[in-house]
């Protein structure tokens, strides 16, 4: 099999982003916001941002890089206001560069907007075209601007801001949960599919929306519920009211909020998630049993599912790998000595525990293959005398069009290669998948809740043809390496 896999990208599905939004009069709210953003943290850290209104005017302050990078006391203290909305994020379309930071800022004759947008849009590329032709000028390459133009031109043509959102729920494509910060009100926004999460949360008082319920947890905020699909929440002097912004359609949450994506303190569609992947692994045991001496995950985002397996098979669970959890993301360049430092910089076995050992990897997904062959590698050299890799979701065979880094189905491992070859590939003396159906089990919820299209390539918002690259495309490349 071929191994051109782009080894400087991660061996993971990458998430677009992280919002979190705050009505509260009176109260610190650029504090609360960074504390509720440090808590997304994870779900993007190439840059952050906020939005701050005083009921009169709007400022903005973002940057690159990471939460702790971006703001400190001194920027945080000049950020005064009554509601404020905040943004981390990793590119998905538009590339990482300071233009693509959020919160993006329009303005319109009667007023001004923010935008904070998770997910990715489908049909971006007409709509930034026919605004174009509008005269509408862009800074940046985000389709998170795009959805901020649109509002901010319906708003210009003499609608209100609720009309504007929802004319232009009507033009958009794909997923996307949103908070859209004017003067004086905080809107947020979820596609008709809730491809994406958010949540609604009550501070005393006051209203919170936010990616995940581990942020409401953070700044000691009560989780009311979801945003349901297709619906407008608006927060304003008067508290929050609903309304239908676009008929929702089938749900269709991304199944990776509950293998990989969402922290394990987040509860999703009624379940804990730290629940739901040690239910994984339990199910992956019963699946794919091995004859070992201990388990052990990936950390931290495999260990849940290593200790579900190891109570369900009854191999002792064991930490094989000590974490640096200060990397983070880095702006600095790799040099030739880093890459060859490789995944050490992340990971380090422990060999005592180590040596002599049969072990099984439990891990949350393979994408590339890139980090599991490392892995398999470095417990060798650390003395295991078998290693056998156990995944706790099925193979990624196909792109997510939906706001995960995993559009070029050409660096997917298991689009063009069966199992073994992906055995073969990592080096692993045997390699198991959970099957979409103890997957699904495991949720406790309906598989028809789901976004399965990375597993089974069905896709519930349609895809332009011109985005896809076919398996059989693919398949056709790759004969001609191997021809």
Not at 180 to 192: G, S, V, W
Not at 365 to 390: P, W, Y
Not at 466 to 477: A, F, G, S, V
């Amino acid at each position: 099999m071929s191994s051109d896999f782009d080894d400087n990208r991660p061996d993971k599905p990458e998430e677009a982003c992280g919002v979190f939004g705050i009505y509260a009069p009176g109260e610190d709210v650029s504090r609360l916001t960074y504390f509720g953003l440090h808590a997304l943290q994870h779900r993007g850290q190439e840059s952050a941002g906020m939005a701050i209104s005083d009921g009169q005017s709007i400022i903005i302050y973002k940057d690159m890089g990471l939460l702790t990078q971006v703001f400190d006391e001194r920027n945080l203290g000049t950020l005064q206001g009554d509601i404020a909305i905040g943004h981390v994020r990793y590119s998905t379309t538009g590339s990482s560069h300071w233009e693509n930071a959020q919160p993006v800022y329009k303005t319109f004759s009667g007023g001004s907007v923010a935008l904070a947008h998770n997910g990715n849009l489908v049909n971006m590329q007409g709509l930034r075209e026919d605004l174009q032709k509008q005269g509408i000028r862009f800074r940046s390459t985000s389709d998170s601007e795009v959805i901020a133009s649109l509002v901010a031109s319906k708003a210009d043509q003499g609608m209100t801001i609720e009309g504007a959102i929802r004319e232009t729920m009507g033009l958009i494509d794909g997923a996307y949960s949103v908070l859209i910060l004017t003067e004086e009100t905080l809107y947020a926004i979820r596609d008709p599919y809730g491809i994406r999460p958010m949540v609604i949360g009550r501070r005393g008082g006051h209203y919170i929306v936010a990616s995940e319920s581990c942020a409401l947890d953070i700044v000691g905020a009560e989780y009311l519920r979801d945003v349901k699909p297709g619906e407008i929440i608006i927060i304003d002097k008067d508290g929050m009211r609903s309304e239908v912004g676009a008929r929702p359609k089938k749900p269709s949450l991304c199944i990776f909020e509950f293998i990989y994506f969402a922290r394990p303190d987040t509860t999703l569609l009624g379940r804990l998630l730290y629940s739901a992947r040690e239910a994984m692994g339990k199910e992956l045991a019963k699946e794919a049993p091995c004859d070992a001496d201990l388990v052990t995950g990936v950390p931290d985002s495999g260990v849940p599912a290593a200790i579900g397996y190891s109570q369900e098979s009854g191999i002792p669970y064991r930490e094989a790998f000590v974490k640096n959890r200060y990397i983070g993301r880095t702006f600095i360049q790799p040099t030739q000595t880093i890459r060859q430092v490789g995944i050490r910089l992340k990971l380090n076995p422990l060999s005592e525990v180590i040596k002599g050992k049969r072990i099984v990897v439990v891990d949350d997904s393979i994408v590339r293959g890139n980090t599991s062959k490392k892995l398999v590698s470095m417990l060798r050299d650390a003395g295991a005398t078998e290693v056998h890799m156990r995944v706790s979701s099925p193979p990624v065979e196909w792109p997510c069009f939906y706001g995960i880094d995993t559009a070029d189905q050409g660096q997917l491992i298991a689009a063009i290669n069966d199992i073994e070859g992906i055995r073969e590939y990592i080096g692993a003396d045997s390699l198991s998948y959970l099957s979409l159906e103890g997957l699904v089990k495991a949720t406790e919820n309906a598989r028809e809740n789901f976004c399965l299209a990375c597993f089974d390539g069905i896709y519930p918002v349609d895809v332009p043809e011109d985005l896809k690259i076919t398996k059989l495309m693919l398949e056709e490349e790759q004969n001609k390496v191997d021809g």
